[in-house]
């Protein structure tokens, strides 16, 4: 890869955002894998997809998974973590911000990764062409805009950091079932500061999902945790 192609995707992707960016080596596979990144889009993905990965080989529920899908992916780095992994034959990497799913693309090209694609989709609110069964889940963590900030960092916690009312999560909820095969696995990445199980069991009971297991002290400061989903009913093939 060339530097000066480098230079013109951060030109054409990172237009109007003023970031850090570059590119963190993921892991040392068989072949090099380069994840391209901005710090306008949320990082915590790089933190945390070695845990990811050792979570959900320790808990899936097949060998290998058939098409698995990272929401709210941000540069995708958890999804590009367990697909090289080899724990699923076919990845797509969802967000509902354009630059993130940019930077995927450019990953995705640049790595020559078959078999993984990228699209902008808010809360899978748009049907895919296959059923999930593995699904992966970083949405924001907050459903207020914490006080005392300025109106730069105000609109930057809104789009990056939070759930008004957790919208996005209902949404995301509501859609789950009609994504996924009956005996899907669902990873949802949340942090104990600022929810609790109580505040998701509404959307997960209405969603006809139920709660396998939750697990705690996740992420670097072991703050965060993981919600491990499957199916109540099933209804979908």
């Not at 990144?37 to 990811?52: C, L, Q």
Request: with cysteine; aromatic share 12%; charged share 30%.
């Amino acid at each position: 890869l060339k530097m000066q192609n480098i230079k013109n995707w951060f030109k054409r992707v990172g237009a109007g955002i003023a970031a850090e960016h570059g590119i963190i080596p993921l892991a040392n596979f068989e072949k090099k894998i380069n994840v391209f990144y901005n710090t306008d889009i949320d990082i915590d993905g790089f933190h945390v997809r070695e845990d990811f990965y050792n979570l959900i080989r320790k808990y899936k529920s097949k060998k290998k998974y058939d098409y698995a899908c990272e929401c709210f992916c941000g540069h995708g780095a958890i999804g590009v973590f367990i697909f090289e992994k080899k724990l699923c034959k076919e990845l797509v990497l969802l967000d509902s911000f354009k630059p993130a799913v940019e930077f995927c693309k450019m990953s995705i090209e640049n790595n020559k990764l078959s078999h993984v694609t990228s699209s902008v989709t808010d809360a899978l609110d748009k049907m895919l062409d296959t059923r999930i069964d593995l699904l992966i889940a970083n949405p924001p963590w907050r459903d207020k805009i914490a006080s005392g900030i300025n109106r730069n960092d105000y609109k930057h916690q809104l789009r990056k950091m939070v759930d008004l009312d957790w919208n996005t999560h209902k949404k995301f909820y509501d859609n789950i079932f009609k994504q996924t095969t009956k005996d899907v696995d669902i990873f949802v990445y949340e942090d104990s500061r600022f929810s609790q199980l109580e505040d998701f069991m509404p959307m997960i009971k209405n969603a006809k999902l139920k709660v396998k297991k939750v697990h705690k002290n996740f992420g670097i400061d072991g703050k965060g945790y993981v919600l491990h989903l499957k199916k109540a009913l099933s209804k979908a093939r």
